[in-house]
């Protein structure tokens, strides 16, 4: 199967075709340009999918590849090169079937979405999709770090081009430049971290003998040297990892980077399903499972991991309680979700965090195509209260929308309980094992499963069950093909995509029936290196992250009753006819909640109060150290270039006298050194 | 047989009597015939050690030397044509529109 | 298929008797075009010969009894001659469309061409000297080629007197190698010069050597013609001899020096001729970058900054400290340099050519809002402009980026340094003329230009290969690699 690694090269090449398509048709001849460029972006991404899906067979059949596909710069000086490649493991091959077949769904239903509502600049949004998918399909394969970044860049790019995709009003335009300075910031660290990963290795290749992740291991053995600057290589590697995380949080939204995300919502909600929930913000804990052969060796950072996301779990759980716009509940749940992607990772559950990446990715971005059903129903207007008794006026999108919501909710058999239980066990067994701090994550995580199961179902009820609150709510129509059946494809899927890996049932239907976990950890014949096989003894061995026995049956209870108290209090409170607010039972809280613990603010403080006098410090050096001396070079040298072209006489005999003179000092100079003299 | 130092000094002689010429005169035509000098201070080497090492390369690298000297006679006049055509007068240090 | 190693020598050297055939039987009609065509095919088929012969692999091939000798970074050179002289005569091919003498023009062209292809395979003293010959005499035909403009007769005198004293003396010089060793092959001297016992006459020679490949790469002090030439020159003349002449300077001072006087002998002769260039190096590029800040007229600033880059090029023979894989990539640095900025450099005296062309007029403030009128010129030159100054927007980045490495590890940081500082000045007075072009506001508004076919692709097709070699700088760099590894481990 030598040909599917040039058929994978194209996984991304054809989106970009679309990308390019749709921008200079588009320009030059938008009539020429059928749905406004949702048709090319429809048939490139559906390629993409078949593409993916035979990568995906072909790794099934144990042919993981690395190739390295261009070599950009030489290593030249006993430096290093730096490489484009193209690495198909388990880990990518699926990424890129989530990818690829999230954003054909999303390309449909944007034909509802966009299309039928005449919605203007469509060859400017189908070209940012086109270029998204690209980009992200482009991160997923990336063969090492550098590559990674720039792509990890370009999607962060498309993300500000689509969020302000109705820049001339005020909300998106500031929405969008607020996504890319936050998540920019935290890509600072992981550019430094990049650099400080070459200087130190050599290489940032991702997987192989000679990858990073295997040098670093090799080091803290003692059987390779690598350069530290000086540092122990286990502290050094810690700083490194903690560097790289600082991309992860911004782009993932984990506390403290998350607050762009709900600002993000101002974006067409096809694109929030997209970006903003499936794939873009999964590419910062991507990253994590991406470099895990390097995490597993680094206790601390998994620790920080763990925390993290525990905490960001409960943390933007808790801001989803009081939300009044649906979207903006979703978008608070996304942060949640992706924090126990975090705590699984963290906590050594590589399978475990990658199933949540999985199986959210499918529910979230159902819930954002039916939450968007909504909004068209409704619209655009938001307002959870504005709603009610949509059940009976769009029946196929609240059927899949309470699959999802089941699935988000954590409630067996769907795909979300699976997958979070996965990962609470997991934190559980480690907490047990000796790491209080994992522990601790797990609390956090356990306390926001009750408050999941509550928002989501408040969400549910307030937007489908009782009467209609509205005039709009009452005339609400259901929702045109294009839209019914992407959600309705997502809606099965978020029943069913759990089973791929029963982790809760281990001990009951033994291990053949755990297909993720047989796939991402099977060996990989086609790639030398520490692969996925060996994260559980690296995070044991290295890192020194034991486990005990819990039945992980007992942990699925716990977490599922846990699930349905909330669940049941949000039937109690909102499954009737008059549903009301109920906020002030939290109190003072209540208005802390609302105003999302005022983060916002303190950002803002932080800019304007610490960092702005900070910063003009900093210029009065610039302007006086620093400018005082560029200008003295530079007006040395405009002194000095006005007299040494007078040399330049235009006399000819001065040039010929001048030249046999330099030539003179030449001759003594070498004479001198030969010994003439 | 003269040694070859004393050709190398006449050679050096002949060689700094051109570049005098080089820098002192500003008759162009005067100039080629310095510059002619120095070449020749050239082939006087060419053709002394040629015979001191018994090899011909020498002596060939000195017809070499006089058929450039032509070439360059006549791009030089050419040039030098062009020069009075334009300024009026052969004179060297005249043109001096472009400076500094 | 084997080609004869001689394969661009040949194309080069017939098409120019072609060129003079054609015009000795139809001297009366108008044919700018053929002789244009035929020059520019003449180019790229030599180019495309020369990456043929280096793509066959056939390592060094000497021939005519040692007198030449082939092998990678002749090509490699003959490449970079080759495209150059085809970017100049599309470009001629609008420049010199009035002007009577056409053959004669593009002859003299194709003539400096084969005699640069001829240096960069140069395998003795005699090969060399006759080589760079046939390079000067066309070379101040073609600066005073415009003869009813006191300009171009003023540069062509200049060079001619430069030219000629400074031939003179590589005569003597060669004559005082001869004198001290009794051969002209470049093995033959290397064998020779170990150990020589007159290490006097020797020197003296070596340095007259030197005197005279300074003149070709306008270097201090050799550089005083350069000024004057280059901005007297038809434009499109001035872009050929600071790109490919300056290169064959390069390509024969790197044979010489790398096969002919090894350092390890030299350096046990007690003349270390790495720290001569060491200083001509930082001279060169110090009073190039300085004296092309305040310079008014753009033609000059770019004839002064073309001095500055014979300095950086220099860092390929001044920062050899001896093992095998450091010399190679800082020699290796030095020929990409010359090849990015054989394109770079010719690219943006081509822009002045339109300019010319449009009597835009010659100082900055004449270039003043250009961008309005030309948008694209406009943008290829600060493409062009911006990658000569080592901005990471064309392949000029990597070079001076590996140049200045080289320096280092050679331990020369102190040359890297002033490289360095060199590089941020010339940032300012290239800065200058791109802010002119796209942020002044010009004298008079919606002035309509003429888009000369030949002057813009040519400059189209410079640009688009100098940011392409930021992309994708890998193949001309293996390419410089291999040529530099010919020379170093020959």
């Known amino acids: 199967m030598a040909d599917v690694t040039t058929a994978v090269t194209a996984i991304p090449l054809v989106p970009f075709a679309a990308f390019l398509v749709a921008l200079l048709v588009g320009h030059y001849k938008p009539a020429a340009l059928p749905k406004g460029g949702a048709l090319a972006g429809i048939a490139a991404t559906a390629v993409s999918l078949a593409l993916s899906v035979w990568a995906f067979l072909t790794v099934g059949a144990g042919g993981a590849t690395l190739s390295r596909v261009w070599t950009w710069v030489p290593a030249a000086n006993d430096s290093f090169a730096l490489t484009f490649g193209v690495l198909v493991d388990p880990l990518s091959a699926l990424m890129v079937v989530i990818v690829s077949g999230v954003s054909l769904l999303v390309h449909v239903f944007s034909l509802g979405y966009m299309n039928d509502e005449g919605e203007g600049g469509l060859p400017r949004y189908y070209a940012g999709l086109g270029l998204f998918t690209a980009s992200m399909l482009a991160f997923a394969l990336a063969s090492n770090l550098l590559q990674a970044f720039v792509f990890f860049e370009l999607v962060g790019f498309c993300s500000w081009w689509l969020i302000g995709h109705w820049f001339r009003e005020p909300g998106p335009a500031s929405a969008a430049k607020k996504a890319f300075l936050v998540t920019r910031f935290g890509d600072y660290f992981l550019l430094v971290g990049l650099v400080g990963v070459l200087g130190t290795f050599g290489t940032a290749a991702f997987a192989g003998d000679a990858s990073f992740p295997a040098l670093a291991h090799a080091a803290l053995e003692g059987e390779a040297s690598v350069n530290t600057f000086g540092v122990d290589p286990a502290t050094w590697f810690t700083t490194l990892g903690l560097l790289i995380l600082g991309g992860v949080i911004g782009k993932s939204a984990q506390f403290p980077l998350q607050t762009w995300l709900p600002d993000a919502m101002e974006g067409p909600t096809p694109v929030s399903a997209l970006i903003h929930a499936a794939t873009m913000v999964a590419a910062g804990v991507y990253l994590v499972a991406r470099l895990y052969g390097f995490y597993a060796l680094t206790p601390t950072v998994l620790t920080v991991i763990a925390l993290v996301g525990g905490f960001t779990a409960l943390f933007a759980a808790t801001m989803a309680l009081v939300k009044r716009e649906i979207k903006q509940v979703l978008a608070y749940s996304t942060i949640s979700q992706y924090g126990y992607i975090m705590l699984g990772l963290g906590s050594g559950g590589y399978v475990a965090g990658v199933f949540h990446l999985l199986t959210h990715a499918t529910f979230k971005a159902l819930l954002f195509l039916g939450a968007g059903a909504v909004i068209i129903a409704m619209h655009h207007d938001e307002d959870m209260w504005k709603m009610g008794g949509l059940k009976e006026r769009m029946p196929t999108v609240y059927w899949a929308f309470l699959s999802g919501s089941l699935a988000l909710a954590g409630i067996v058999p769907f795909a979300g309980f699976w997958s979070k239980d996965a990962v609470l066990h997991h934190a559980l067994t480690v907490g047990l094992g000796g790491q209080p701090l994992v522990l601790l994550a797990y609390l956090m995580g356990l306390v926001a499963v009750a408050f999941t199961g509550f928002y989501t179902f408040r969400m549910v009820f307030l937007t489908f069950h009782g009467e209609p609150r509205s005039e709009t709510a009452r005339d609400a129509g259901p929702a045109s093909a294009n839209m019914r059946v992407p959600v309705a494809i997502l809606g099965v899927l978020a029943a069913v995509v759990g089973l791929v890996n029963v982790d809760p049932l281990k001990g009951v239907v033994g291990e053949h029936l755990l297909f993720l976990e047989r796939w991402l950890n099977g060996p990989l014949p086609g790639l030398a290196g520490p692969t996925a096989e060996h994260y559980h003894e690296l995070v044991v061995d290295v890192a020194g992250f034991h486990t005990v026995a819990v039945s992980p049956t007992v942990s699925a209870v716990v977490s599922l009753v846990v699930a349905l108290a909330g669940v049941a209090l949000a039937w109690t409170w909102y499954n009737v006819p008059e549903p009301s607010e109920k906020t002030d039972v939290l109190g003072p809280t209540k208005t802390l909640l609302y105003n999302n613990y005022y983060q916002d603010e303190f950002q803002t403080w932080l800019a304007t109060g610490v960092v702005e006098p900070l910063a003009d410090a900093v210029d009065v050096f610039d302007a006086s150290v620093v400018d005082g001396v560029v200008n003295g070079v530079s007006s040395t040298s405009l002194v000095a270039s006005d007299r040494l072209r007078r040399v330049q006489t235009g006399v000819v005999t001065t040039y010929t006298t001048q030249l046999v003179l330099g030539l003179v000092v030449l001759l003594l100079i070498v004479l001198l050194l030969g010994g003439w003299f | ?100 | 298929m084997a080609l004869p190693a001689l394969t661009p020598q040949y194309v080069l050297g017939l098409a120019a008797l072609l060129v003079l055939v054609v015009d000795a039987f139809t001297p009366t009609s108008r044919k700018n075009g053929l002789l244009a065509g035929l020059t520019a095919l003449a180019g790229v088929t030599s180019a495309g010969a020369a990456a043929w012969l280096y793509a066959g692999g056939a390592g060094r091939t000497t021939l005519f009894d040692g007198a030449l000798a082939v092998d990678a970074s002749t090509s490699f050179f003959t490449a970079v001659f080759g495209c150059v002289a085809a970017l100049v005569a599309v470009a001629s091919y609008d420049y010199v469309r009035e002007e009577p003498h056409q053959s004669a023009y593009y002859a003299l062209v194709l003539l400096a061409t084969a005699g640069m292809s001829v240096m960069a395979a140069a395998n003795s003293l005699v090969t060399a000297f006759l080589a760079l010959e046939l390079v000067s005499l066309p070379a101040y035909a073609l600066v005073a080629y415009l003869k009813r403009d006191a300009g171009s007769a003023e540069a062509g005198l200049k060079y001619f007197v430069v030219g000629a004293l400074s031939s003179a003396i590589l005569v003597y010089g060669i004559s005082l190698v001869y004198a001290a060793t009794g051969v002209f092959g470049f093995a033959a001297l290397a064998d020779a010069v170990a150990g020589n016992a007159h290490v006097t006459v020797l020197g003296a020679g070596v340095v007259m050597l030197i005197g005279g490949f300074a003149f070709k790469t306008a270097s201090v002090p050799f550089h005083f013609w350069a000024p004057e030439a280059y901005e007297g020159a038809p434009a499109p003349v001035s872009a050929f001899l600071s790109s490919a002449s300056k290169a064959a300077g390069f390509v024969l001072a790197f044979r010489v020096f790398l096969l002919a006087f090894p350092l390890a002998a030299f350096e046990a002769l007690g003349i270390p001729w790495t720290l001569v260039f060491a200083v001509l190096a930082v001279v060169t590029m110090t009073l190039g970058n300085v004296a092309a800040a305040t310079q008014t007229n753009v033609k000059r600033m770019l004839a002064y900054s073309s001095i500055g880059h014979a300095g950086y090029a220099l860092i390929g023979l001044a920062a050899l400290s001896g093992p095998t894989s450091s010399d190679v990539a800082v020699v290796g640095a030095s020929f990409s340099h010359l090849f990015v900025y054989g394109f770079t450099n010719t690219g943006a005296f081509l822009v002045v050519a339109l300019a010319e062309r449009w009597g835009v007029g010659r100082t900055f403030e004449d270039y003043a809002g250009l961008a309005r009128s030309a948008p694209v010129a406009s943008a290829v030159l600060a493409v062009l402009l911006f990658s000569l100054a080592g901005l990471p927007v064309g392949g000029g980045f990597w070079t001076k980026y590996a140049l200045f490495l080289g320096a280092v590890q050679s331990g020369l940081w102190w040359l890297a340094a002033v490289g360095v500082v060199n590089s941020a000045l010339s940032l300012f007075y290239y800065s200058r003329l791109v802010k002119a072009v796209w942020v002044d506001a010009p004298d008079e508004t919606g002035v309509a230009r003429e888009r000369p076919t030949g002057i813009y692709a040519a400059v189209v097709v410079a640009a688009v290969v100098t940011v392409a070699l930021l992309v994708a700088p890998d193949v001309v760099f293996s390419w410089a690699d291999a040529a530099a590894r010919a020379l170093v481990s020959a």
């Open chain 2, 1 to 100: 047989m003269v040694p070859l130092q004393y050709y190398l000094l006449f050679s050096a002689a002949m060689f700094c009597i051109g570049v005098f010429g080089v820098l002192a005169r500003r008759n162009a035509l005067v100039y080629l015939m310095s510059v002619e000098l120095m070449l020749n201070a050239a082939n006087v080497v060419f053709v002394a050690s040629s015979a001191h090492y018994g090899t011909i390369s020498g002596q060939v690298f000195s017809l070499f030397t006089m058929a450039l000297a032509a070439a360059e006679v006549a791009v030089g006049v050419g040039i030098v044509l062009v020069a009075y055509r334009n300024f009026k007068d052969i004179d060297i240090t005249n043109p001096t529109s472009m400076r500094w």
